[in-house]
């Protein structure tokens, strides 16, 4: 069982930080840069500093209108700190904060690894859904072979966009169907290895034939975005902005939150959902505001997000600020996943009673639903090597036992999700929308179950069950039967 948090060494390495600064709305009637009016004291400032502003989400109209008053500093280096404090006194600027590097929400394996089976070249991988539980039946799994069944329960025609990094996009169970990267740099080697292979595959991935893995939702339409090069809220604009109502928008990240002063630990204690931060939730509530299903980590660092910590104002953070995951804040209409104990058995191993909340996971009244955090079967890597499961010597043939943390979770309610809302589109029906498809996941599915100093007060929601949703949206003798 997990001991503590993310047992071992990070999987991953952070992001580089960004320092973000916000106009004052009261002081400029349009966008600092974009506008051309930038206060003398402020242009002294920024040529003498060697500082550039550039509109965090771009030039343009935007149904958010305080996405205009975002800006992203280039150029701060090292100076990224003392730059934030210096930077509100200037006329012009209403507020400037340091955003800690984002990671996945992914764990180290935590348990032994074992040396990987090598698929033979030229021979076909090896069918490996035997081990993605998964999908099997609801309680365990989500029922996802039941769904393949209806009309859509495939993610038929169904975007998701997954906001991270990391893909391998020659991977066999993706490159036949990925529409690739659109937005940002796609970066490989910046220790997030086959993260974002990993995410798609749960979601939509499929070799076909038989072999390899098969996602839960595999016709849905899968495409990346990477936060690096321009960051997560200009990442998340940039995939909302390619997707349709009812179309599906993945973070798999977390960052270090106020806890220990937002210093990342090896143990990832007190990382919390990207959306406490200001240019992140209005990103994400402009996706929502399209109609976008946005599903996002609550993060690993095995915090209560009703902690009143997260209700002070940071320093830095504008006077409008409110806590967002306070059940009383703003609310963004992201699908906050947390992190749940997979069957025991599953894989030889036993991280507590099934559904019971993980060691690592955030939870809280915020929290909306709930996947397995641990030994999820997919593409790629575990972070640090090989693929346990399946490696040798090509890289787009490796699998894993042990995809892992929030963002697996998030993963498995996205497709889930996706599957939903094809059922829907292939009935005639529109998609849901974000409002409704929190409504159904808190209502429907597999409760939570108690842990030995888990108990289900902290909530995580419950594991989707397709089966259950489905018959709650056509009735139990609609579509599905």
């Known amino acids: ?98 955003k800690p590097g984002a990671l996945p929400a992914t764990l180290a394996p935590g348990v032994p690894r074992s040396p990987a089976a090598t698929c033979p070249g030229g021979r076909p991988t090896p069918d490996l859904s035997a081990r993605q539980g998964h999908l099997a039946p609801a309680p365990g799994g989500v029922d996802a072979l039941w769904a393949w069944a209806l009309p859509g329960g495939a993610g038929d025609g169904v975007g998701v966009v997954d906001v991270g990094g990391a893909w391998r996009l020659g991977h066999e169970a993706l490159g036949r169907k990925l529409a690739g990267v659109v937005a940002g740099t796609p970066v490989e080697d910046a220790g997030w290895r086959h993260h974002g292979t990993s995410v798609l595959a749960v979601i939509g991935g499929s070799c076909g034939g038989g072999s390899g893995i098969t996602g839960i939702a595999p016709r849905a339409l899968i495409a990346a975005a990477s936060c690096h090069g321009i960051g997560t809220a200009r990442a998340v604009r940039a995939a909302a902005d390619r997707l349709a109502p009812g179309d599906l928008l993945v973070i798999g990240l977390h960052r270090p939150g106020p806890r220990f002063g937002h210093a990342l630990r090896d143990d990832q204690r007190g990382c919390i959902p990207l959306e406490w931060w200001p240019d992140d939730f209005a990103a994400i509530r402009h996706a929502t505001a399209k109609g976008v299903v946005v599903v996002s980590a609550a993060g690993n660092g095995a915090e209560s997000l009703d902690d009143a910590l997260y209700d002070r104002h940071p320093d830095g953070f504008p006077f409008w600020w409110r806590n967002p995951l306070s059940s009383t804040g703003p609310c963004s209409g992201a699908v906050l996943v947390g992190a749940g104990a997979p069957p025991p058995g599953t894989h030889g191993r036993d991280h507590g009673p099934d559904r019971s909340r993980l060691v690592c996971s955030g939870f809280g009244s915020r929290v909306d639903v709930q996947g397995w955090g641990r030994e999820v079967t997919t593409a790629g890597a575990d972070g640090d090597g090989p693929g346990d499961l399946l ?91």
């Open 1 to 98: 069982m997990d001991a503590i948090c993310g047992a071992g060494l990070l999987p991953c390495l952070p992001a580089d930080p960004e320092l973000i600064v916000i106009a004052d709305a009261r002081a400029a009637h349009a966008p600092l840069p974009a506008s051309g009016w930038e206060p003398p004291a402020l242009a002294l400032f920024l040529e003498e500093e060697r500082l550039t502003l550039e509109p965090l989400f771009g030039a343009g109209s935007t149904p958010v209108p305080e996405l205009s008053l975002f800006h992203r500093a280039r150029g701060a280096g090292r100076r990224v700190d003392e730059l934030a404090a210096r930077l509100p006194a200037l006329p012009g600027i209403d507020a400037a904060y340091v």
């Open 391 to 481: 490696g040798g010597g090509e890289e787009d043939r490796w699998y894993t036992d042990v995809f892992s943390g929030t963002s697996a979770a998030a993963a498995m309610v996205a497709g889930a999700l996706a599957s939903v809302q094809g059922v829907l589109k292939a009935a005639g029906r529109e998609p849901l929308a974000p409002g409704p498809v929190r409504e159904l996941l808190r209502t429907t599915g597999a409760p939570q179950q108690e842990a030995p100093g888990r108990p289900a007060s902290q909530r995580i929601g419950n594991r989707p069950d397709l089966r259950a949703a489905v018959r709650r949206l056509f009735g139990a003798t609609g579509r599905g039967g």
